[in-house]
């Protein structure tokens, strides 16, 4: 009896999921003997005849690689070793640069590197292509020869030749492999006891995380969160387990997400419970193009049950799930085997999830007060009627959060969403809005 492991997102990670069951394999037909029989005297001519002498275990591994090159890119072989990665890349720490990596066209694409890691801080951005690793050219999107360069000893360098869209030239950037811990989310209270939460990767505690992270949240603004920014830009994905779960603790009830593959053992349906709902204060989701699979999941959610909105650029599109099916000689199959959907019974598959604003990332930049004319420069204004404010002195904490503000633009509109909304409910007298515990939601 095959184990079972049900996986999603972009990155190498694992969900063990005994209940989940795959058809067995069986030979059906006599064709089906015909091909394996072709298979079978293949290797051993290729074994008795090749130029040089070549294993049948060496050609047996190419050839199961072979097959997965007519499948999707998100399904593969596993070896041993990077078997073993993926059980340890579940757990958050693992080594590497911290670059999630898909193929389009061919070509290796990161689709976002993971905050913090070596490969963030060099400046390597969503969209990047890998045309080489250390000097060795990324062929046709061989994901698999790509892990393998990537990792490797802790403190050793590793070259990436990088092309950057219409930037010109492919460039080089140096990175020293690090053993990658994912602190998967990280919060603060913005200005006026508005919540900022995001949600970086997917993984085995996220669920409990971001529930403890609100805690902290509620507790920081005694328990009056007027509303929520939930960030999961350039989050790639990860565990399906992990993205019901923090969906689970903004929807009361109804459904969350549904699988659907060739056999009946991938019709599965995750809804939510009504234990641990948060309050209804308002929220809005930030995505891109780097938000995908757990991420998307978690967006259409919120967003089929009127739940926030859905602010930023249309997300990556993965809307299919891998099933982990461990082999006798320690090796693995990554397979694709079901799709899921939104609540509504919308597939993002190859599509993703279209923001209820859309609001593409622009680099701001700020003149200085001097630059402008005031009425306080024109000669012989009028003096100021009422006392000025006193000058407050801002807090290092706060200084970094007006300039996180001031240079992005996707989080300040989403900000001002949640102030607008808060006003215009406050100027309409509507009761509840004091306490965000009674405040209405939202609504796209």
Same mark, same amino acid.
């Given at each position: ?15 063990? %999921? ?9 030979? %059906? ?115 698999? =020869? ?45 200005? %006026? ?29 005694? %328990? ?74 978690? *967006? ?69 007060? *001097? ?25 290092? =904490? ?11 633009? =996707? ?34």
């Amino acid at each position: 009896m095959l184990l079972r492991t049900w996986l999603l997102g972009l990155c190498c990670v694992l969900l063990i %999921n005994p209940g989940m069951g795959l058809a067995e394999p069986a030979l %059906n037909s006599q064709e089906d003997y015909q091909n394996l029989e072709l298979l079978t005297d293949v290797l051993t001519l290729v074994r008795d005849n090749y130029v040089k002498e070549i294993s049948l275990d060496e050609l047996i591994r190419g050839a199961v690689r072979g097959i997965f090159d007519n499948l999707d890119p998100h399904s593969s072989y596993l070896d041993a070793d990077m078997y073993e990665d993926l059980k340890v890349e579940i757990q958050g720490e693992f080594g590497g640069i911290g670059i999630e990596l898909a193929v389009r066209d061919r070509k290796l694409i990161i689709v976002a590197p993971i905050e913090g890691t070596p490969a963030c801080v060099a400046g390597i951005l969503p969209g990047d292509q890998i045309i080489a690793i250390n000097s060795t050219a990324m062929r046709d999107g061989d994901m698999m =020869q790509a892990v393998r360069l990537l990792r490797g000893p802790v403190g050793e360098e590793i070259k990436l030749t990088i092309s950057r869209g219409t930037a010109g030239e492919p460039f080089e950037v140096t990175l020293i492999r690090e053993i990658i811990q994912v602190q998967s989310v990280r919060s603060r209270l913005l200005d %006026n006891n508005y919540g900022y939460l995001r949600l970086i990767q997917f993984q085995e505690r996220s669920g409990a995380d971001v529930a403890e992270h609100l805690l902290r949240l509620r507790s920081q603004s005694d %328990n009056e969160l007027n509303g929520l920014i939930l960030d999961l830009r350039n989050n790639p994905g990860g565990l399906l387990d992990a993205a019901i779960a923090v969906a689970d603790l903004f929807i009361a009830d109804g459904l969350i997400v549904s699988a659907s593959g060739r056999h009946p053992e991938t019709q599965q349906s995750f809804s939510a419970q009504a234990s641990n709902i948060e309050p209804d204060y308002p929220m809005v989701v930030l995505i891109n193009g780097g938000s995908a699979s757990a991420s998307e999941i978690v *967006a259409g959610a919120l967003q089929d049950h009127q739940r926030a909105i859905i602010l930023g650029e249309q997300s990556f599109g993965k809307g299919s799930v891998q099933t982990i099916i461990p082999l006798p000689d320690r090796a693995g199959l990554r397979l694709t085997t079901a799709h899921y959907y939104t609540p509504v019974g919308r597939s993002i598959q190859a599509l993703g999830i279209t923001p209820d604003i859309v609001a593409p990332q622009m680099i701001l930049t700020h003149q200085s007060a *001097a630059a402008g004319m005031r009425e306080l420069d024109l000669d012989k204004h009028l003096p100021a009627q009422s006392p000025a404010a006193p000058t407050r002195e801002l807090s290092p =904490q706060a200084l970094q959060e007006l300039q996180d503000l001031n240079s992005d633009y =996707q989080l300040q509109r989403a900000l001002d969403l949640l102030k607008g909304y808060r006003q215009f409910r406050r100027n309409a007298g509507t009761p509840g809005t004091e306490n965000n515990t009674t405040a209405e939601r939202i609504h796209p």
